[in-house]
């Protein structure tokens, strides 16, 4: 499955959307070993919860690197390539976003037992310097942990 999407798509679908409308962007990833170099699967979601109420239009894409992660228990770099892909994709919507409410979802656990939590405060104070809000987290973080999610799976 290819998951791609043109970002003048979905800023064109966005500022046809009231300003009641909601967006939640996320990103979730999965790695994997190929020929002996480890790789990761981005997949960056833009939610777009219609009036608030009516369903929603989500927008997906999937972006494939290699993987620099020195122990797979220790998964900081690709964790905070999810933070910095979800915040540049909010950076490139902002214009259509205007001032529709809008929330940034983390696939981070703040419950020290998961391995997500290593990067929990530079991914909060990351996101906050670049879009001026705090971000959501799990079990908050529906867009990256179950949109995201969904779709990252849905790719093999």
Do not use: W
Request: proline content about 2%; overall charge positive.
């Amino acid at each position: 499955m290819k998951l791609k999407f043109n970002i003048k798509e979905v800023e064109n679908y966005i500022k046809k959307q009231s300003k009641e409308s909601k967006i939640y962007i996320g990103c979730d990833s999965s790695i994997y070993k190929r020929n002996d170099i480890l790789y990761a699967d981005y997949v960056s979601v833009v939610v777009i919860h219609i009036n608030s109420k009516n369903g929603c239009k989500i927008f997906g894409k999937l972006e494939t690197e290699k993987d620099y992660t020195k122990s797979l228990n220790m998964p900081r770099l690709r964790l905070m390539n999810e933070v910095y892909k979800a915040t540049n994709l909010y950076q490139e919507l902002i214009f259509a976003i205007e001032d529709r409410k809008c929330e940034i979802h983390l696939d981070i656990n703040s419950d020290l037992k998961y391995n997500s939590s290593i990067i929990l405060k530079e991914a909060i104070g990351y996101v906050k310097g670049i879009t001026g809000f705090e971000p959501k987290i799990k079990p908050d973080a529906f867009a990256s942990s179950c949109a995201a999610d969904r779709l990252i799976r849905c790719s093999y």
